[in-house]
Structure formats: C-alpha cells, structure tokens
C-alpha cells in the first residue's frame, strides 16, 4: 500500500483575495480521492480542510489546510501565529486586479512575518490570483515574480474561477515539500 505523506498548509493573506475560493476549487477538483470539509461556525476565524492526492504509486500527499480568514486578521493578528506555528507551507495569496497597497503589499508584510517567525524550514508560496480578469490587472506579473525570486518563495499566477493554475500551485508544493530535491 502506498504510504500517505501530511504536511500542514496554511492560507494567508488579505480579505476578499480569494483564498478560499483557491482551497474549495483544489479540493473540489480532485474527484478520485477522499475529501472532507469542515467548515467552523461564522464566531471562528478559521476552517480546516483536508484532501489526499496520490503523488506516485508508492506515495500519497495528505494536504491539512488551514484558510484563515483576511477580514478577521488585524483584529485576531495575535492568533495568526497558531496558523502558521508547526506549518510545512504557506501559500500567500493577492489579487492581481487591486492596486499593489490593497494586497500585494500585505502579502510582502506576511512573508516578512513568516520569515521572523515560522518555521525556517517552511516552503512559501507567493500566488497573485484573479488571472482571468486580465483586462482589470493592477499588479505586474513581473512584480510578483521578482519578489519571490529575492526572497526565494515559489511563485505562480493562477484563477479560482477558471481553476488555471490551481491544482499545479497545491501539486508544486506537495512535491516540494515531500521530496525537496526534485
Ligand atoms: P476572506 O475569507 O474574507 O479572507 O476572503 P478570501 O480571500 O477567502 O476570498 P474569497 O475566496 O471569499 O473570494 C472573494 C471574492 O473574489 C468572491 O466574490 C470570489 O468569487 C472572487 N474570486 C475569488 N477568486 C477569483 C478568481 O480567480 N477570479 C475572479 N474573477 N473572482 C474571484
Ligand atoms: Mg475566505
């Protein structure tokens, strides 16, 4: 039987980015494999989800999400922490259609934060979301791809609403974060 390989993944960045949305199209599209969704009653800040994809015959990769929620993070900022605390990954997320001080900027403040106070270990993802709303881009491609490559972050565009890109960023991470070399 294949072994399962978990790793813990968090969701950070400001409201409205489409986080969420990114979480439910990823575990929504993988058909052949079990998954379960938990959502918290609206008093909680946070849901929890998991889905296991098969990597290879002799590996499976078990995703356990957590989606913070932007709305809630300058008022909760102090739990954010417990998000990321014992995180293999975060994927931090922004809308390339907003100007870069609605989201981008803040996506740049929590991977300034991750960097002080993760785990040293951890494998970010920077992903600028919203690309199929190509003609209200605010944000440079070429923004998002030098940041990452200064701070050494994997980084990808992509659409919830097409799924473009979706299942490639969760796959990129679990392979990078179960077998680092490849
Ligand atoms: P919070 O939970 O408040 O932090 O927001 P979030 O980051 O989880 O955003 P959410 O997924 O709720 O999406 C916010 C809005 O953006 C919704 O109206 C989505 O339908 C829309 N949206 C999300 N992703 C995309 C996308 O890729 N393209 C387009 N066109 N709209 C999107
Ligand atoms: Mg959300």
Known sequence: APRTASF???????SAVGKSSLVLRFVRSATE?????SDFRESTIAAFL????????STNIKFEIWD?????QERYKSLAPIYFRNANAAVI??????PPEASFDKAKSWVRELQRQADPNIVIMLVGNKSDL????????????????DEELLFT???AKTGDGVDDLFMSIGEFVVCPKN
């Open 33 to 37: 494999v079990r998954d379960e969704f």
């Open 93 to 98: 997320v922004y809308d390339i259609t907003q």
């Open 50 to 57: 998991t889905q296991t994809v098969p990597l290879d015959d």
């Open 68 to 72: 913070t929620v932007g709305a809630g």
């Open 134 to 149: 190509k003609a209200s881009r605010k944000v440079p491609r070429e923004l998002g791809e030098q940041f990452a490559k």
């Open 8 to 14: 813990k993944l968090v969701l950070l960045g400001e």
């Open 157 to 159: 565009e992509a659409s």
